[in-house]
């Protein structure tokens, strides 16, 4: 046998007042639709223009060895000074990086004779990235590359404008112990840095 259950009328204010809030929730959710894409946009917007703007510099390895991992690393490590003071002087001059790519092959000159290294000054193709919130799309950057041999290997790669390097790994023998992040949290906090 069902239960029989006493239905209760609700007076004609509550009924207005449910009515006013579930119209107000349709606006607000309303214009949630169409102002966020738009506000996203925006967003993106201005850190292209930044990221187009900006001035990397780009080292390849010959290939994937450990070997020639190693001397990229090792040439990174030198050449880190030059891009350094490029960063200390916050301006972006043709001069200034034409001096810089001179320097840099004066460098490998003298102190990596035995190793084939090739400096181009222009605009070169970057792989995407993503550094913490932030995400850099493949496409053709105003920079310096370094090539080392072949230049078949994973690369490393740095801008200037605003300074984004890859973090340095650090030689551990204890177990590095991922941290767990939530993309969306990771995406809203990258919106108001």
């Known amino acids: 046998m069902l239960n029989e259950y006493k239905i209760i ?11 006013v809030r579930l119209v ?28 187009e703007n ?14 020639d991992q190693l001397e990229k690393e090792q040439l990174v490590k030198d050449l880190k ?6 960063a200390a002087t916050n301006a972006v001059d043709s001069e200034q990086f034409v001096t810089l790519k001179q320097q840099i092959e004066e460098e490998l000159k003298g102190n990596y004779p035995q190793v084939h290294t090739q400096v181009v000054l222009g605009d070169n193709l970057f792989p995407p990235k993503r550094q913490d919130a932030m995400f850099y799309p493949q496409n053709m950057y105003h920079s310096i590359v370094v090539k080392i041999g072949d230049a078949r290997g994973d ?16 030689d551990k023998v204890e177990e590095e112990q991922e941290q767990v ?4 949290w990771e995406w809203i906090k990258g919106l108001f840095e």
């Open 9 to 19: 009328r609700l007076p004609k204010q509550n009924i207005l007042l449910a009515f």
């Open 24 to 51: 107000l929730m349709a606006i607000v959710l309303e214009l949630c639709i169409l102002y966020i894409p738009s506000l996203i946009g925006a967003a993106q917007e201005t850190t292209n223009s930044e990221q």
């Open 54 to 67: 900006d001035f990397r510099i780009r080292v390849i390895a010959n290939s994937n060895t450990a070997s």
């Open 81 to 86: 000074p030059y891009f350094n003071l490029v």
């Open 155 to 170: 690369n490393w790669w740095c801008s200037i404008f605003p300074s984004v390097c890859e973090p340095e790994k650090e």
């Open 181 to 184: 992040t939530f993309f969306i």
